[in-house]
């Protein structure tokens, strides 16, 4: 059976993945800080805060899981990015990481779309939560010996 991790699993993106996921025949796995009581029995719910980076690196360590897909979807800022690197980057398939902002220069008009490959806009330009996406995003960048994609849905606003 294939197995997913979903990284902060019980908000919006992550109940409807964890629906998805169980759909598509995932034994599946969250982590977050606090338990779904909706979700089937099947689904193993884990309660750890990422930002007590020891007590995360230890429980998930114990798993001692491979993982075909790590759904990264509670990922801030490079802090984050690392510990999922570090944590998952032997032990995943495939890592998604969620990045719900735009991060691309906007400094000239365009009225096409967008496209994956505009440039980055710069640190400093967009504010405080962009540049804390940017950080995320540049640590990912240069990675090679994981196989990962980064997710821009752009905002969220809701269910």
């Known amino acids: 059976m294939k ?8 908000g919006i993106i992550g109940k409807a993945t964890v629906l998805e996921a169980l759909k ?3 034994e599946v796995t969250t982590i ?3 338990i ?5 029995n099947s689904v193993k719910q884990l309660l750890i805060d990422r930002q007590n980076m020891n007590e995360f690196q230890d429980i998930v360590s ?5 993982w075909d897909v790590v759904f990264d979807i509670f990922a801030y800022d490079e ?7 570090d944590l998952f ?22 009225t096409n779309p967008i ?3 505009h440039p980055l806009t710069k640190k400093g330009e967009l504010g405080g939560y962009v540049d804390k996406k940017l950080g995320l995003e540049q640590f990912w960048l240069p990675k090679k010996d994981a196989n990962w994609t980064i997710i821009r849905p752009y905002h969220i606003l809701g269910a």
Do not use: C, M, W
Not at 62 to 66: D, E, G, I
Not at 79 to 85: E, F, G, I, L, S
């Open 89 to 110: 980057k032997d032990k995943a398939k495939h890592i998604f990481i969620l990045s719900t902002t735009l991060v691309y220069d906007r400094s000239k008009k365009n």
């Open 36 to 40: 779904e009581s909706n979700f089937p």
């Open 62 to 66: 114990k798993l001692n899981n491979q």
């Open 24 to 26: 598509e025949g995932y």
């Open 115 to 117: 496209k994956s490959n």
């Open 32 to 34: 977050s800080k606090e």
């Open 3 to 10: 197995n997913i991790l979903l990284i902060g699993g019980t």
């Open 79 to 85: 802090k984050d990015a690392k510990q999922t690197y």
